[in-house]
């Protein structure tokens, strides 16, 4: 199998994998919504919050390292390291889960009563402690999966545990029962999510043989490594996640951030959902190319940034255009407020996606230190817009310093990327792929407002996605190989119909300079 096709192969499992579980998982956050209103969803949104923290400063740098260190044993032929790895990196995740564990214990008897009022605390304690260990621990026997390249594993996971998780929210919403039975249902699935991803990843691990230590060098790059990513990996979440609920809660209403929550969510899993499915295989694919040489990993990451363009840039025209729609179908009136966050958190997220081969670059090439600088960076930044302008200007303060730190961070992390590596973006083929998407955005337009909500988002997404295809081949986009590739999957899936397409892909091949 070449490296296209096992790219292709790794996107199929790991598209299922993230569908799967973010769309299901979108789904139910839309149940939860429209059943408790902007305030009560606040509230819960901050408990998920406080979980999802827990789970990154728990992990820190121990899921990363295991996703580089494990594709690496693996490439140089060194499998017998890997049981000691891990048993390495489960004591590791053991020791960060215990401070975490007591430190939030600690914040939450003395500050509980101002971030949860509402809750009967010594229960949302208990939650609390028992999701964080398990969400936790799934997390890295996902890294596990993922350091062999088998996103076969987590395809499987999310494919049993979503809908389950699912059936249960549906039950709940059914029973009209209150925030806190939907807070059980994720206890429930934390657990789901732990036990079945443990037993599939058990079978990926080399025999148990004799236990040989790690060698000396492994273990000082691995002990550098996790203690800088572990620091830029909780600096990054701040700067990554939705901590404007927290500051929303303390600073402005309940409500508002609610709807904040509901447009980053949405926002940031439809940024997943589309091109983030490329994103969450570079880390291996960059750890690979590194051994072949810097050049060859640049000039990955330079093409990497393009299609990341290519898939983000229609995404974020039909989230523009269709807002409103989008927000009023989905949440309700009562999310009305939410439509332009989600347009502005859309848009400016796109920079963090088009960022993710930087990150990996600079993560595969060692250079921890430099990368935790830039999220350090942008962390203090944002805390300090955030505190700043949620103020003053309550919600849409928020989703201007969400979308300025975006923006910055993702800028200055392809900035250092492209010093460190000597490459240099496509900025023509980027620029031709931006123009086509603008060009699609304005003719969807015309149909936004003039039926009703749904007939005409689908209208105006079929449109903006023949528009945008029309246009990528009209201004030359595509390579010969692009398209000979994309004629060859064609063929191969579709039998070569409908015809048109195969005559279109000749002509674009003609056009490109290909031999037809």
């Known amino acids: ?52 923290t827990g789970m990154v400063l728990t992990n820190s740098g121990v899921a990363s390292a295991v996703i580089k260190f494990v594709a690496e044993l693996r490439g140089a032929g060194r499998q017998a390291q890997i049981r000691p790895l891990l048993a ?20 939450f008897v003395l500050h509980g009563q101002r971030l949860g009022p509402e809750f009967n605390h010594a229960v949302l304690l208990a939650i609390l402690l028992v999701t964080t260990a398990l969400r936790a621990s799934y997390m890295l026997n996902i890294a596990i999966a993922k350091g062999f390249e088998d996103f076969r594993v987590t395809a499987s996971v999310a494919v049993i545990v979503a809908p389950l998780n699912l059936l249960l929210i549906l039950v709940v919403w059914w029973l009209d029962g209150p925030m806190e039975w939907f807070l059980g249902t994720y206890t429930a699935s934390s657990f789901a999510f732990w036990w079945i991803s443990r037993r599939k990843v058990e079978p ?14 492994l273990r000082k ?51 997943l959902l589309v091109p983030g499915v490329f994103g969450a295989l570079l880390l291996p694919m960059m750890a690979n190319a590194l051994a072949e040489g810097r050049e060859v990993a640049g000039r990955r990451m330079a093409v990497s940034t393009t299609y990341l363009c290519a898939l983000a840039a229609p995404l974020v025209a039909l989230g523009v255009v269709f807002a409103e729609a989008i927000i009023g179908l989905l949440y309700g009136e009562a999310f009305a407020p939410a439509a332009f966050a989600f347009a502005f958190c859309l848009a400016t997220g796109a920079f963090s996606t088009l960022s993710q081969a930087a990150s990996g670059y600079l993560l595969g090439s060692d250079r921890q230190r430099t990368l935790m600088f830039i999220v350090l960076g942008g962390a203090i930044v944002k805390i300090a817009l955030d505190i700043a302008l949620i103020q003053r200007f309550g919600l849409n303060g928020a ?70 295809v029309a246009a990528t081949l009209m201004f030359g986009f595509w390579s010969a190989a692009d398209l000979q590739y994309i004629r060859v999957l064609h063929s191969r899936f579709a039998k070569g119909r409908p015809a048109f397409i195969a005559r279109l892909l000749d002509w674009a091949e003609r056009r490109a300079g290909a031999p037809a």
Request: include cysteine.
């Open 221 to 271: 790059r691995l002990r550098s490594y996790t203690a800088l990513v572990a620091v830029t990996v909780a600096i990054s979440f701040i700067t990554a996640s939705e901590i404007e609920v927290l500051f929303l809660t303390l600073l402005d209403s309940a409500a508002s951030a609610g709807h904040f929550k509901v447009a980053f969510q949405l926002a940031s899993g439809a940024l």
């Open 1 to 52: 199998m070449d490296k296209r096709d096992q790219v292709i192969r790794n996107t199929v499992f790991s598209s299922l994998g993230i569908y799967t579980e973010y769309f299901l998982g979108m789904l139910t956050s839309i149940i939860i919504a429209r059943h408790l209103g902007p305030a009560e969803f606040g509230a819960y949104s901050l408990v998920i919050w406080l979980v999802a």
């Open 399 to 468: 989703v201007v310093a969400y979308g300025a730190t975006s923006a910055l961070m993702g800028s200055v992390m392809i900035g250092v990327a492209l010093y460190c590596s000597g490459a240099r973006l496509e900025w023509g083929r980027m620029a031709r792929v931006l123009l086509a998407a603008l060009l699609a955005a304005a003719i969807a337009w015309a149909v936004r407002g003039q039926l009703a909500p749904l007939p005409g988002l689908l209208l105006g997404g079929i449109l903006l996605s023949l528009a945008y």
């Open 88 to 107: 390495w990196a489960w004591r590791v995740q053991g020791a960060f889960l215990a401070v975490v564990l007591a430190g939030g214990t600690a914040v």
């Open 204 to 217: 990926l691990l080399p025999p148990p043989g004799p236990r040989e230590p790690l060698e000396d060098d």
